[in-house]
């Protein structure tokens, strides 16, 4: 397993435990949307956790909503903004 797949894995848990949510994290989608129609149907409170968690748990700061709300997308734009901030973190 890669570590990208291996972050998406743990962000998903993330997902699910911070947000208690009633699914698997095997079932939420790379790519499918978190927020909106068609989504996990997550809203702003669910956001602001989910900001609080990426800063705990990878230090990953969202410093205005325009960048939360483009990182918050999906699964893989949460990864990749991950994986961004700990490259250039190094």
Do not use: W
Not at 40 to 51: I, P, Y
Not at 58 to 84: C, F, H, P, W
């Amino acid at each position: 397993m890669n570590d990208s797949t291996e972050l998406k894995t743990q962000i998903k848990q993330m997902l699910v435990d911070n947000l208690m949510l009633k699914i698997s994290a095997a079932e939420i989608g790379d790519d499918q949307p978190l927020f909106g129609p068609g989504s996990l149907g997550l809203d702003s409170v669910d956001a602001l956790q989910m900001v609080v968690a990426l800063e705990k748990n990878y230090g990953l700061k969202l410093s205005d909503a325009e960048a939360a709300r483009k990182t918050m997308q999906t699964v893989n734009a949460i990864a990749a903004a991950v994986q961004e901030h700990q490259s250039l973190a190094k």
